[in-house]
């Protein structure tokens, strides 16, 4: 899950700050030569969890190290500061969501998303099964325990002409199993499991039911990218390869891991999360719901239709951005963009 603990002014000033202060010491770093591996850091939006599997199988096969990288995953939580992070290059890379990167990036930051992570939204809003709402209009002058700064949220009211109550969301659980009324936004890949572990029966409405389907995405600093273009694109094929390895074949290696590094979570769990992502096609994209059908893919118009709601909904300033400003596809591995020529580097098979 993603979560904003800090204003964008706040920001660029940090970023501005970092600048003066070698807050990009990565840029440095010796290049890849056969035998020196090349540092990266990775900030992920939350603790390790089966929607980083990709990432946690690239390290566990070993897929970036013969990329000749040494990859540090950073897990996140609540104050994960993944746009702060990335903007200064503390880290290089880090998962967000579309949406709160395009606003950043009107803002000034120095970011751009550079691949999916899912294709679909897995916010929902969560509710009990004894609650009477059955669809988005039945929320009008409901409570709801979510992020302020959720670009949904204007969406919602746009779209079905309805006003609700915010309390801004903690991201625990507790309040939730104990209030049969309140509703509350999550991911549906792992909060309802950890609700009904609790006694909550569950239910929830998924955002892209609401026409709101926007995705996942890996940001990049943007001088990074510039001044490593070979790593950065070594970075994106070994994350491709781990996320295959990990929704098609044997999510083992990486569910060992995660629960090496994040004692909360349970073989139960992390099987039952990766079945909601594969059932709900997050990672490859749902052909139906407009999903390109591959991992990592960043679609253009998707991103013009992003803006284009965003502006509509007065969060980003008309005419300001354009799709060039806020994505580029050039490091992705060429089979998944409209190349027929492809470069000798890309291979992605094993």
Known sequence: MTSTSRTWPALLLAVALAAGCGGTENLDAPGVDGSTLFPIVVQLDWVAEPEHGAFYTAEALGYFTAEGLDVELLQGGANANVLEKVATNRANFGQWDSTNSMIA????????????????????????????????????????KARPEWAFLPYLKRTFGIDFRIVPQDFG?????????????????AEPYHASRQGARLKWLHVWDAGYDNCNTLIANRTFIAEHPEETRALLRAYYRGYKKYLEDDPQPAHRLMMEVNNHVTPAFLSWSRLMIREQKLGRGDPQRGGPGDYLVLSRQRMADQIEMLEQLEILEPGKLTVDDVMTDEFLPWRLMDSSTPPETAVIEE
Do not use: C, R, W
């Not at 930051?109 to 669809?135: K, R, T, Y």
């Not at 659980?173 to 890949?189: K, M, R, S």
């Open 105 to 144: 990036i009107q803002e000034g930051l120095p970011i751009i998303n550079v691949a999916v992570v899912f294709q679909h939204d897995p916010s929902v809003l969560m509710l009990h099964e004894s609650n009477p709402v059955d669809g988005f209009a039945d929320l009008d002058g409901k409570l709801i």
């Open 173 to 189: 659980l507790e309040l939730l199993v104990a209030d049969t009324t309140l509703i509350q936004q999550g991911y549906f890949i």
